[in-house]
């Protein structure tokens, strides 16, 4: 049941939040697009924009005039089913609309939806607009990895903020969690929002298992490297081996050998490496390399759904053992909706949990996350599981 | 239990198999690689000896010298673990050795082979025989795709042989067999040979579905084709969209359009297309946006293996839904033997069944095949699900 | 002789010419790189400067402070000899430093120059200052068709100004002018500043020939278009027909076909093909292709150099037959300002004369423009010359 | 005047020396493409035949059937005006036609043109004819050098025979020539067969020079490569530096560095180095930078010829300065024949002289060969100039 009035409320706060996370970039650094996974900051907050425009003002609200025509090109994504689009690789080369412009643009729509919302409560809106918050939440956590890169990435390595605290350290002590063997269910089963991808709840059978409450650590992390992780093709993927050899891969992203120490760089700019921090922004080929190297595994998104009760999670978007596949009864949405999961159900793998750039209330225990396996730009970490 | 007698006339089956399978070639076409996925025939021929020269002859038969100090560099595939390999790429830029060089190398190994195994059973070689057997095995049946290509993109089509039937026609009425839900036992069990990715028995809970007991035609295929099925992105994934149009993809691998006619280039040359023949050389991408189109979906190989009795199969390698990825308790060979499998378990598909190049009883119910999901030089089909 | 009030004059006007090319630009459009041969507006401004700060301040300036220590990097071009450099590519990855920061480096450089050359008359230095200033208006130049790219590129197809004039309409009757058969000499002999691929002044046999005193029309190559020009093979070079496949290449860049009528962006915005102006943003395969459709044939640079007073030239650079070599006697400099132009000395074309975007009082009937064939976001077009 | 019975003669001569040079040849030489420059001997051998059956039998023998419908597709090379062909890189992936069907296509074709020219003195054929048989030539030299890189790129290092001589050593005392300023004529004027871009015959200014009479031998280019010469910027050109760095050049072509001492593949198979041999098997790239070195340079294919009677030339074709240009009033033939060098005159150097894999009078003084900057595996080496 969708309570209208939280919804708007919800819906101005996402907007603002969209805004408050760029609020300490320069307008550089909303245009360019260093890499293709990276996209623009004026892209996502154009993108998430143009969401509603598409899916609501320009379905539901009659006489509606769109803020620029040609910004559904411009800012539409994947949707091939709604005409033509900017191709990722070039939206890091558009200089227009401005970011002032952009901003405008968010304004119009905002504006235009809480007058149309306040005047109306058709259910089948409030879906759509529930989905459209959602995709702009999505969006925020892009945009903060999508920032770090873009800053990161930079010689000058300037930082963020000074208070964005991405390193946090368990206070638990590790070990493992015991999980029997049997029949679980898997998916979600609430009342809230959640993805299609989630929905088609069902029973898995799982073998008994011992999995790990808390994260891998950067001391650990570098006990791998130390003992020649990086050397040793056997615990590595044919692919990943090919990877580290072309992209000279030899440490996690952002990771700086400096006077033979490490350093990170994060969002409060260049510091010494946190031993005892989580250890993140490794590809899912590090991730099960290690593991490997460990004599243990990854979990599969099912018994890391199982067990997730038992530990703390959302400080890392945890790879797990998973490719990401429909679910049993899977039913894409129909039209261009039904091109938001189902269409990327192929070479990507499941991470779950949530990360220190996941907005609040985004992330759930049956939320499922994918990537492909060599991205590192997401805050990821991984959890171990041993066979019993 | 190995029947050490048996084995022995199995292995000199199998090599003489493999000659027997190169028989109707030219020199010239044992040389050329015209893709990365084929392999040059010579190759396949001396790769597949090496393996039993650096497993067995080389380890166990005491001063035992190997034919060539180069071929090991020259034969090696993918174990990193042993020194340097041709990559993959370059097997085709090989002229030497020659492919009557190469016989030479198969005698006298197999020869030294069979010496060495008439003096001895100890049950530790015979493992490794027995691998090396169904290794061969697997690479008879790439020599036969292989080949295919080889001689199906000449652009003189010249044919393999007059006897080679690819294309069988089923006798059975087509329906859908209902398997209902419940926990199935998946993975190999009995006390023949199979592949370390089959064992690790597990129990997986499945819903109930129907499968079809037959594959799907040429003629359904062409239906899919007339009413437009490559040109709708709603049917395709994402990666599969683009790969269509970078690859100018408008019809299943060796369909040729002729006055309007479907011709398809087989063993025997070039036909007209049977059309109540299985469609074959579909890749994954194709199978999945067919399934899409009608509705319906790909089994997992859960599904496949739990209904497999139901129906006849082996004609075609059929793509299933399911990633390729380890068992429950999965456990990899120590060593080189150990990149036998456990490396490729990531961005690939499982396929199940066998095909018309499959070699006599080398595949059984929990056969797990696997190859990316854009290929399409096997002999691959699709059968149908339905959810209930 | 260098005078160097005057010099200094013209260093400061050549400071704010480059600053008043940028002022119509929007932040964002100084930072991106659409393709490689375009480089951001800032990287522009931040190079000229860099050069300054490079060859004079750190080297002549007893306790200069560089403004940044890591700029020399950033702003660094091809100067190999130099230290690290970011590639080419990665110019458009960079959204620091920013416009404001490199209006200050600017800035900071102009003054401290200034105040070091009102103290000092070293003609070495200004020499070097001379070198600087050329430096500059050839990148003023390189800015605005890098800045036309940066707007024409964009599905927008915003405006750079409302003033600048691109399409010169000719008032002259066009003529070919007849050259007699014997010795010129070729290059550089007077006083003024050049360049050291203009010295080495040499004498050139030259055949009869007669050269148009007009330059080509789009008029001219409608009619090539519209007679097949782009697809009979006999008119291109294997290259280009390979290029013009490969890259889809119908028509001049900037050329927009709409309900059957050619439009071409303009830096006023897209405006109606102007029939009546020369040819512009063309490739030498297109200029050559266009040659040969008419029977005739581009001229050398030495055939350009010694008719070039009996025509007015400056409207566009002119494509040559000549590739871009050494004089006889060439000498480059010694260290970093010899690698200047010498280094580029293979498979480019040579340019002459001038376009609409280059700088007052920089080019000259000696100077040598020089760019890979394929090339066409420069102002180019082209004159053709007979054989008597 | 072209002697009709000699050069019946001289085409026999010529077509079975091409089978001469193939001779030591197993079958499997004869079918791969290792790099896109090299082309399949057998390749080589149904193009030349394709030449005669395209230009001459198919045209003017009545009711002459060819050999096969579809060779005219397979062996056609760049002649873009008649029909589809075979893409350069495709050249490798053809193992049909086989080697004893090319040897039949050739007999065939030979048989017939000899019947139809004995009956036959139409000079136009006779013209053909010798047009026909120097295009053999050409392709006897890349046989050659062709079947060097396919053996010399194998691992094995196979030996082409125990006679082939390529590292003659001179004889003659080293000593610079000096030539005199004047005016000098280039091209061809004798009555033989020449090629279309020998002609027009012209006069060039030159200034006053000096010509090394002998080449620079392996001795000072070890001196170049022991002195750093891979690794100073300044002497490279700045596509050359990135050449040598993404192909890790850091010797010539085939050169091995075997336990600190250089050697070099040869027909003959893996030799120790001739330090007094000329140099061979550089890139243009490779012979500029030496003469940046040196401190002195490349002739110009003028200086090349107006000296070349002062020394003795034909053991390496020598990089000239020169790019590969029409010479003044250059006219290409109409049709398909034009195509033959025309469309080749951008991005390449004009390398004068002859080499050891030259036919007996094949190359003249005149004779213009040219290649790409980057190409090594032809027998390149080169020849200082200084300025006086």
Chains 1, 2, 3, 4 share one sequence.
């Not at 729509?109 to 879906?127: C, G, M, R, S, W």
Request: net charge negative; charged share 25%.
């Amino acid at each position: 049941m969708i309570v209208t009035d939280n919804l708007l409320t919800t819906f101005l706060k996402t907007r603002s939040d969209t805004e408050e996370i760029c609020a300490p970039l320069q307008i550089e650094d909303y245009v360019i697009q260093p890499i293709v996974d990276v996209s623009p900051p004026k892209w996502h907050m154009g993108h998430t924009t143009w969401f509603f425009e598409e899916f609501i003002l320009s379905k539901y609200v009659e006489g509606y005039r769109r803020f620029h025509p040609e910004y559904a090109y411009v800012f539409n994504s994947y949707y091939e089913s709604i005409g033509k689009r900017v191709v990722r690789t070039n939206r890091g080369n558009l200089s227009r609309p401005t970011v002032s412009e952009v901003y405008e643009y968010r304004d119009y729509v905002t504006t235009h939806l809480q007058a149309f919302l306040e005047e109306n409560d058709d259910p089948e809106i409030y879906k759509l607009l529930e989905i459209g918050i959602h995709h702009e939440k999505q969006h925020q956590e892009l945009l903060l990895t999508d920032i770090k890169f873009i800053l990161g990435n930079n010689p000058l390595l300037p930082k963020y903020n000074d208070t964005f605290t991405e390193n946090p350290v368990s206070e638990q002590i590790s070990e493992y969690i015991s999980i029997e063997e049997g029949i679980y269910e898997i998916g979600y089963t609430g009342n809230e929002f959640c993805y299609d991808n989630e929905l088609g709840v069902h029973k898995v059978f799982l073998n008994k298992y011992a999995i790990a409450n808390t994260l891998v650590t950067n001391k650990e992390y570098l006990d791998f490297i130390n003992d020649g992780g990086y050397k040793n093709s056997l615990f590595w993927h044919a692919e990943a081996w090919d990877w580290i050899h072309t992209e000279k891969v030899k440490a996690p992203l952002y990771w700086h050998e400096i006077d033979g120490k490490y350093h990170q760089y994060t969002l409060r700019g260049l510091k010494e490496l946190r031993v005892d921090s989580p250890i993140t922004h490794i590809s899912y080929y590090e991730a099960f390399a290690f593991a490997q190297w460990k004599g243990e595994r990854l979990p599969t998104e099912f018994e890391w759904e199982a067990a997730q009760s038992f530990f703390k999670w959302g400080a890392r978007w945890e790879w797990t053992e998973s490719a990401y596949l429909p679910y049993p009864n899977y039913k894409k949405a129909p039209g261009a909706l039904g091109e938001y999961n189902g269409k990327f159900m192929v070479n990507q793998k499941v991470l779950r949990g949530g990360s220190v750039a996941t907005p609040q209330n985004h992330t759930r225990p049956t939320y499922r996350n994918f990537f492909h396996p060599h991205l590192r730009w997401q805050f990821t970490g991984l959890r171990l599981v041993k066979d019993l």
